[in-house]
């Protein structure tokens, strides 16, 4: 049976540019539905965050400029399953 309790993350790898690989506490049971957002003030609309991969264990989340490139962005993020 899936929990709908999120994991926090362990650990947080950046990448280059902007690449996030989040490792979660605990693994989920099953592979969790992640949803993830710029915070802030000053972004514009089409700066954005982009769950890229989602494993049980772990997540990588990419952010990305107004162009479209990758680039450094704050974000939040959750992971329920």
């Known amino acids: 049976m899936a929990s709908s309790i999120t994991s926090a993350p362990r650990q947080q790898l950046r990448g280059g540019g902007s690449r996030a690989c989040l490792i ?22 089409v700066d954005n965050a982009h769950v890229a991969k989602v494993a049980a264990g772990q997540c990588e989340i990419h952010t990305g400029d107004y162009y479209g490139a990758l680039a450094d962005r704050p974000f939040s993020f959750i992971a329920v399953g």
Do not use: H, M, Q, Y
């Open 24 to 45: 979660f506490l605990r693994d989920f049971e099953e592979i969790p539905s992640v949803v993830a957002t710029i915070n802030g003030d000053g972004w514009k609309i």
